[in-house]
């Protein structure tokens, strides 16, 4: 059974750090993305890699503070959270797809994982 597997949630204060991994076994030769949901809003893009690492894509609201990355020797993606916000805060969920365009679109994705939480305090 595969499985995306998120981890390094918490809480922050507005201005700190936090680096979210995602277990991702088998998945070497997909794209990966991370996507995040507040509280009474959709799920929306954050930022995503292709399978080799070549094309990264961030929303506007992150770039610049928010840097993706990926290990496939380690099957493991990452996302590094610089000068974290309020607005940041949500659920993070990690997802693959086997598209190779619009990777900033959530229905491209066909795995999911359970998510991590991220609160930001102010």
């Known amino acids: 059974q595969v499985q995306l597997v998120e981890s390094g949630g918490g809480l922050a204060q507005a201005g700190g750090s936090l680096r979210l991994s995602c277990a991702a076994p088998g998945f070497s030769m997909y794209g990966l993305g991370w996507f995040r949901q507040a509280p009474g809003k959709e799920r929306e893009f954050v930022a995503a890699i292709s399978w080799n690492g070549g094309n990264i894509y961030y929303a506007d609201s992150v770039k610049g503070r928010f840097t993706i990355s990926r290990d496939n020797a380690k099957n493991t993606v990452y996302l590094q959270m610089n000068s974290l916000k309020p607005e940041d805060t949500g659920v993070y969920y990690c997802?693959?797809?086997?598209?190779?365009?619009?990777?900033?679109?959530?229905?491209?994705?066909?795995?999911w994982g359970q998510g991590t939480q991220v609160a930001v305090s102010s």
């Open positions: 997802g693959a797809t086997q598209a190779s365009y619009y990777l900033d679109d959530g229905s491209q994705y066909e795995y």
